[in-house]
């Protein structure tokens, strides 16, 4: 399950916080980035097992109401959603349960936000929609609660707040990690009952590999590549970068000088979209157009065997024909001289990488 995304997420936190912390070990650092990723498949089971933890709410309060209906003599009310084929493997999932009998906390210590999930739940076209339908089928139960997942649990505040409470670890996963959960609803298959495999944590050594090797490489030459950083912002106050612009930029470097088998493309493109998410709204360019500049420079003087894309030639600009009065009213006015910054310069080579 623990892709490269979720690594390079991991590394760009870890790595910063370890410039932070005083006591800079970076077998203790290492540590800490590996059950950091750790956290993140338990996020995973614990989202699967929010499932669980509905129908079992749902089931409670049925009881209550078969009761209260053989007393009274009234309409006996349908067993549809707490009979629903999917959530009852998922709730005798092997897996899973093995993970939930490793947990201090289940979603059980948390009734009321239970409750009112599934009262959400209950009051929505889409469940009023599936108690209605004469369909009975395994494969309309799974759709059901790949409806309700994307619909009350994939953007849910108040679950990113109870999440985030109970791990620090979790306050960037859940996005990615929704995206495997619903894998998963597709990978489930009526004859497998509880052995139905869930996503294994690591999907390859390889997987493993690239977390540690990215991970003491960014940190192990970082003056290499602070270096490369400095030569290839000349035109601007190199100290005055952001500090998690410096860092990512470190990492984005690291991963382009070990891993000959991705694009330097493919990990610019990753970096910036980071630096999007972590850093100022420039820095997107900002970092396009360095890494760029320094993936060419690498290659220029035989420091990096990758290839990249020419960069297109500029087109000349041809001299305007008219009249004087005519070329004045053409030409804007001059811009007013500013400082050159780090927030402006950039732009421009940003630009110039993206016509790649």
């Known amino acids: ?191 497998n009952g509880s052995k139905q495999e869930l996503l294994p944590e690591w999907e390859s050594d390889e997987e493993r590999d690239f977390a540690r090797k990215l991970f003491r490489s960014a940190i192990l030459n970082a003056d290499d590549y602070q270096r490369y950083m400095s030569e290839a912002s000349r035109n601007w106050d190199f100290s005055r970068l952001a500090y998690m612009d410096v860092v990512i930029m470190q990492i984005a470097i690291a991963e382009i000088m070990t891993f000959p088998n991705i694009p330097v493309s493919v990990t610019i493109n990753e970096y910036v979209d980071l630096a999007k998410l972590y850093s100022t709204k420039k820095s997107g360019g900002y970092i396009n157009g360095m890494l760029d500049a320094i993936a060419r420079h690498l290659i220029d003087s035989g420091k990096l065997s990758k290839y990249m894309e020419p960069k297109p030639e500029k087109k000349k600009k041809t001299e305007r024909t008219g009249s004087r009065r005519n070329r004045i009213l053409k030409t804007p006015a001059k811009a007013t001289e500013t400082e050159t910054t780090p927030e402006a310069a950039p732009e421009e080579t940003a630009q110039e990488s993206e016509t790649k």
Do not use: C, H
């Open 1 to 191: 399950m623990i892709n490269r995304e979720i690594i390079r997420t991991k590394i760009v936190q870890l790595t910063y916080a370890y410039y932070q912390n005083g006591n800079k070990n970076i077998d203790s650092a290492e540590k800490e980035l590996f059950f950091s990723l750790s956290k993140s498949y338990d996020l995973y089971n614990n989202l699967l097992s929010l499932i669980v933890a509905i129908t079992k709410e749902a089931r409670r309060r049925l009881d209550v109401l078969l009761t209260r209906a053989q007393r009274e003599g009234t309409k006996t009310p349908s067993q549809k959603f707490v009979m629903n084929r999917f959530a009852i493997q998922m709730e005798s999932n092997k897996m899973l349960n093995e993970f939930i009998g490793t947990q201090k906390r289940t979603w059980d210590d948390n009734p009321e936000f239970i409750g009112k999930l599934l009262e959400l739940i209950e009051s929505s076209e889409i469940y009023k929609d599936y108690m209605a339908s004469k369909e009975d089928s395994y494969d309309a139960d799974r759709e059901l609660w790949r409806k309700l997942y994307r619909t009350f649990i994939l953007n849910n505040e108040d679950l990113d707040a109870l999440l985030e409470e109970s791990s620090l670890y979790w306050n960037d996963d859940k996005e990615i990690v929704d995206t495997f959960v619903l894998k998963t609803f597709n990978r489930f298959n009526e004859q």
